[in-house]
């Protein structure tokens, strides 16, 4: 076995690290360790150095220079070669490689870094057991927003404080889009589009634009916040596929921008852990946090809220959070990786969503015949639900496929808090009663 704590041993000789993955990130990190060398020493009092790399394509050019180090095609033997004293995992993807390689170097004794929330989101829980078994570290650091130092903060920066809530933008796709919707009042796949084409969005967006990316990291997030087992199955997501104008432009009238937000707390029913676009008020700093920006708020018994706000992606910004655990591991630092040990965890109890309280803002296109808004407003009624306004404008039309605009006219109901189960159970009473067309539109509200 390798030695365990900052690498070989002689915490003077060169901390010798393994890169399997020389993409965006991989090849960001080369060259940072390139051109902050000296930098990098001086702080250490050791040098960090690459001795071996892995990735698919032994010839492409990655504008960095790979010539100088041992050549892997298998990232699995390269997590465990002897010459490493770090492995760093850079490949992505929840299972293959990357789980094939991380796994073999915790077992070979070999402490691991990675930028990888897919592979974390799914496995944490096992590799952290893993890596504390072989007594190795496990960093993560780049795995949830990227450049925004979250899980050093959570892990060692909040002394005893518990925290209450963790919610925050964590992908800079969705931010973007929503973000260009309300300043330029353009459309959803316009705007998708147009961040394609700047490189922020993937070709197939999906993993992005429906949540899912974001439910990756808050559930990392949550697991550290309150002592649980990761569980990313038990996020309820909601993407901004279907956020149109037409919700912007009354938000944005109320004095609310949408954002896609992740939220945890712990509440008497277990975990409530939800990824959704949610109406945040203008002057919230939440709000403030706009374009490709991430942001994550901590609320703690002790320090009240913290805001972290940064970049959340991009090669260089997460090559610098994976650099941070690099230097974590040579100075010799031991923290478990998920802040406490897996033994003390427990299991994540999925909090439902039907006891969720709060306000709602909800969308409605009503079929234009006489009684339709009333026989709305009376479903709501029998639900309890006390409306804070309604809203009804020409100027909203119906922008869903399938909704004929003539026939029918976009009707805007804000709520007061209410239960999310009332909510449901008279929307579904309004559709039986056959006076609107299309689905409706229900986005919650948050007052932070
Ligand atoms: N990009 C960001 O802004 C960002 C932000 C936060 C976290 N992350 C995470 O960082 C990780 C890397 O992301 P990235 O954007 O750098 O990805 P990327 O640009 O797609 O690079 C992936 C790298 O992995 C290599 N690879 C793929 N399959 C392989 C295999 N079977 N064996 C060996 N190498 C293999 C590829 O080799 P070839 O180059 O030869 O094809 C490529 O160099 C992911 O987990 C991602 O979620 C990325």
Redesign the pocket.
């Known amino acids: 076995m390798a030695s365990h704590e900052s690498g070989n041993g002689d915490d003077r000789r060169p901390l010798r690290v393994g890169i399997?993955?020389?993409?965006?990130?991989?090849a960001a990190l080369i060259r940072i360790l390139t051109e902050d060398g000296e930098a990098i020493a001086r702080k250490l009092g050791r040098r960090v150095v690459v001795t071996a790399v892995?990735?698919?394509?032994r010839s492409?050019d990655?504008g960095v220079d790979i010539s100088g180090f041992t050549w892997f095609d298998?990232?699995v033997a390269l997590a465990k070669s002897e010459d490493i004293d770090l492995y760093v995992e850079?490949?992505?993807?929840e299972d293959?490689?990357?789980l094939a390689s991380v796994t073999a170097a915790l077992e070979r004794g070999t402490s691991v870094v990675?930028?990888?929330?897919?592979?974390l989101a799914r496995h944490g829980t096992a590799l952290a057991g893993l890596a504390e078994k072989c007594h190795v570290q496990l960093g993560f650091e780049?795995?949830v927003a990227?450049g925004i130092p979250v899980i050093k903060t959570l892990r060692e920066g909040l002394g005893s404080a518990a925290i209450t809530r963790v919610y925050g933008i964590m992908n800079g796709t969705c931010n973007y889009i929503l973000t260009r919707m309300g300043n330029e009042g353009i459309g959803f796949e316009e705007c998708l589009r147009d961040a394609q084409d700047l490189g922020y969005a993937e070709s197939d967006p999906t993993f992005d634009i429906e949540g899912f990316d974001t439910a990756h990291k808050l559930a990392i997030l949550a697991s550290l916040c309150f002592e649980t087992e990761i569980a990313a199955d038990q996020v309820m997501v909601e993407g901004i596929s279907r956020i149109t104008q037409a919700d912007i432009k009354v938000a944005a009238d109320l004095g609310y921008k949408i954002k896609l937000l992740g939220m945890a707390r712990k509440v008497e029913d277990g975990i409530e852990q939800r990824v959704h676009p949610t109406l945040v008020r203008k002057s919230s700093a939440i709000a403030g946090v706009d374009g490709v920006l991430n942001a994550v708020a901590l609320e703690t018994n002790h320090v009240q809220e913290l805001l972290l706000a940064g970049p959340g992606?991009?090669?260089e910004a997460?090559a610098a959070s994976v650099l941070s655990d690099i230097l974590d591991f040579a100075r010799g630092g031991h923290v478990p990786p998920l802040g406490v040990p897996v033994a003390e965890l427990d299991p994540c109890q999925r909090a439902p969503m039907r006891i969720h309280e709060g306000g709602y803002y909800i969308r409605l296109n009503a079929k234009d015949v006489p009684g339709a808004l009333a026989a709305i407003a009376t479903r709501m009624g029998e639900g309890n639900i006390s409306l804070e306004s309604v809203i009804q404008r020409p100027d909203l039309r119906a922008s869903e496929p399938g909704v004929p605009e003539e026939n029918s006219r976009t009707v805007v109901l804000i709520t007061h808090e209410t239960l999310e189960s009332a909510v449901r159970d008279a929307l579904e009473r309004i559709a039986r009663d056959g006076f609107i067309v299309g689905q409706p539109q229900l986005i919650r509200i948050e007052e932070f």
């Open positions: 399997s993955g020389l993409g965006t990130v991989g892995s990735a698919r394509s492409r990655r298998d990232p850079l490949i992505g993807g293959g490689p990357a990675t930028a990888n929330k897919a592979l780049a795995a990227g992606a991009g090669g997460t």
